[in-house]
Nanobody, 119 residues
Framework: QVQLVESGGGLVHPGGSLRLSCAAS????????MAWYRQAPGKQRDLVAL???????KYVDSVKGRFTISRDNDKKTVTLQMNSLKPEDTAVYFC??????????????WGQGTQVTVA
């Protein structure tokens, strides 16, 4: 069983910064893409940033230049550094990872979510 545990959410004023972290644990033979999604009240869950297993990065246009995603493959962690935060960044942020669980099987793992409030 694979678990993703997020940390680092909270309340911050506009223009401030937060750093989200996510750690994977369990039976893991490898991790492919790792990503952060967010879901605001009454809206769908949307991709914010993604990083591939070889370090390729992708961002939604609204966060380009403000957010940075990174990962540590040895520690099985992914981090989202969020700068210049805006009220519209307020949402629950979810960690996601494509995990190789062995025997040719892959699991799409999700964290429980962490609240980010910019006000």
């Amino acid at each position: 069983q694979v678990q993703l545990v997020e940390s680092g959410g909270g309340l911050v004023h506009p223009g401030g910064s937060l750093r989200l972290s996510c750690a994977a644990s369990g039976v893991i033979f490898g991790i492919l893409d790792m990503a952060w999604y967010r879901q605001a009240p009454g809206k769908q869950r949307d991709l914010v940033a993604l990083i591939t297993d070889i370090g390729g990065e992708k961002y939604v246009d609204s966060v380009k230049g403000r957010f940075t995603i990174s990962r540590d493959n040895d520690k099985k962690t992914v981090t989202l550094q969020m700068n210049s935060l805006k009220p519209e960044d307020t949402a629950v942020y979810f960690c996601n990872a494509g995990v190789n669980i062995g025997y040719g099987r892959f699991h799409d793992a999700w964290g429980q979510g962490t609240q980010v409030t910019v006000a």
